[in-house]
Nanobody, 115 residues
Framework: QVQLVESGGGLVQPGGSLTLACAAS????????CGWYRQAPGKQREFVAL???????NYADSVKGRFTISRDNAKNTLYLQMNSLKPEDTAVYYC?????????WGKGTLVTISS
C-alpha cells in the first residue's frame, strides 16, 4: 500500500513563498503521474499541478507562473514550490499519484495565506 505524507504547510503573508513536500513510501514518482491538488474551505478539491512519469508538467491557470512542481527520484519526494502567494491560495494541499487506475492520496498539509 502506497503511503504519501505531505509537509511544509503553514501561515505565510501574501506575496510570500512556501515549498511543500510529499514523501512516498515507495519509488513511484518516476514511474507514474503525480500531482498536487488543493481544497479550500467550503469548496471542492481542485487540480493544482501535475508531473508525468516523463517529467512533463501541467498547471492550473490560477497558479501558472507562480507554482513549480518537481521531484527528487532518489528521495522519493515530490515538491511544490509556491511563490507570490495570494489569500485565495489558502487550502489544504494534497499529494496524489495514480497507479494503474487507483488514486493514492496523502492526508494533506494546510497552507494559510494571511496578513
Amino acid at each position: 500500500q502506497v503511503q504519501l505524507v505531505e509537509s511544509g504547510g503553514g501561515l505565510v503573508q501574501p506575496g510570500g513563498s512556501l515549498t511543500l513536500a510529499c514523501a512516498a513510501s515507495e519509488r513511484i514518482f518516476r514511474f507514474y503521474a503525480c500531482g498536487w491538488y488543493r481544497q479550500a474551505p467550503g469548496k471542492q478539491r481542485e487540480f493544482v499541478a501535475l508531473m508525468s512519469s516523463g517529467g512533463n508538467t501541467n498547471y492550473a491557470d490560477s497558479v501558472k507562473g507562480r507554482f513549480t512542481i518537481s521531484r527528487d527520484n532518489a528521495k522519493n519526494t515530490l515538491y511544490l514550490q509556491m511563490n507570490s502567494l495570494k489569500p485565495e491560495d489558502t487550502a489544504v494541499y494534497y499529494c496524489n499519484v495514480a497507479i494503474l487506475g487507483t488514486n493514492y492520496w496523502g492526508k494533506g498539509t494546510l497552507v494559510t495565506i494571511s496578513s
